[in-house]
């Protein structure tokens, strides 16, 4: 039997400029501290101010201003400012922000997706008002590529009986952010898996009760955990509570670095819960949900 989980999702508010507030999902942050003293670290990339020393670990820590496209923290504005340690796509990071403002509340279906027009840069993955005051949610996974690009990988390697498997499925993926698109799609088409690919929760749920109506449901679904609207863990508590598409497996997709309670996924019905991203990894699990799918036909 599945069970609902409360949609609360604790957000710090901070602020790169003097007046725009920002947000980062606290199940994304491992601490706050004040400003360190920072080595400098050779052929680094430009928005990275040095590393520091927390806790006896050695992290990299980013003018999280300048990595977006704000005013580049002075030299005299250093002391006065505070880190924001992350745990995001199994990295450890540090960034720089000038104003700690306070960490609430917020329900995801308070959250929008950002406007399309703001074009594929705009480091946004929700907005939000609190308190009449305009509230933009950044998407850390596509900070942190700009700044760590990936290096190319090998693409899963599985036999042809697997890709079969694979192609006879329907599978549909949804993720808010960019960089997590890209990079699903690329595994699935490294190894010619169709898909189909959506950027939130409920054009998600949408989605999978329309093909349920023409007679084609999803039969997995690979659905990232913090989104606006929706969040996967309400998207999977949906899914598995209707009978119409409940058949579908469900893997939950997060970049938390930390450890995921994989408990809570499978309390919503989720079959599976991964960390971002490992392309092998992912697989192997879409494998397990096609072999499941095949028993249920």
């Not at 993926?173 to 960089?179: A, E, N, P, Q, T």
């Not at 929760?201 to 329309?210: F, K, P, S």
């Not at 994989?262 to 096609?290: N, P, S, Y």
Request: charged share 15%; net charge negative; hydrophobic share 45%.
């Amino acid at each position: 039997m599945t069970k609902k989980v409360g949609l609360a999702q604790g957000m710090l508010l901070f602020r790169l400029s003097g007046t725009q507030t920002f947000a980062i999902g606290t199940l994304k942050i491992r601490e706050l501290v004040a400003m360190l003293k920072l080595t400098s670290l050779p052929q680094s990339h430009p928005m990275v101010l040095g590393s520091g020393t927390i806790r006896g670990a050695t992290i990299p820590v980013i003018d999280m201003a300048a990595a977006i496209g704000f005013t580049p923290l002075a030299p005299e504005e250093m002391d006065a400012c505070h880190i924001i340690v992350t745990d995001c796509q199994r990295m450890t990071v540090g960034f720089a922000v000038r104003t700690i403002d306070r960490i609430i509340n917020c329900s995801w279906r308070d959250i929008s997706s950002p406007p399309k027009n703001l074009g594929p840069n705009a480091f946004l993955t929700g907005v939000t008002r609190v308190e009449e005051q305009l509230i933009q949610l950044l998407d850390v996974e596509l900070l942190l590529s700009t700044i760590y690009p990936e290096a190319p990988q090998q693409g899963p390697q599985i036999d042809s009986r697997q890709q079969g498997l694979l192609q006879g499925l329907n599978i549909l993926l949804v993720d808010d952010s960019l960089v997590a698109r890209r990079q699903l799609s690329e595994a699935l088409n490294s190894i010619a898996i169709p898909y189909h690919v959506t950027t939130n929760g409920r054009e998600a749920l949408d989605i999978m009760l329309q093909q349920a109506a023409n007679n084609t449901r999803i039969n997995i679904l690979v659905s990232d955990i913090e989104m606006p609207g929706l969040d996967g863990y309400e998207l999977a508590f949906e899914v598995k509570n209707n009978s119409a598409i409940a058949q579908a497996y469900i893997i939950l997709h997060t970049s938390l670095s930390s450890e995921i309670s994989v408990g809570q996924a499978h309390q919503v019905g989720a079959d599976e819960a991964l960390t971002k991203f490992d392309a092998a990894q992912l697989i192997e699990a879409m494998l397990r949900g096609a072999e499941q799918q095949a028993q249920l036909s």
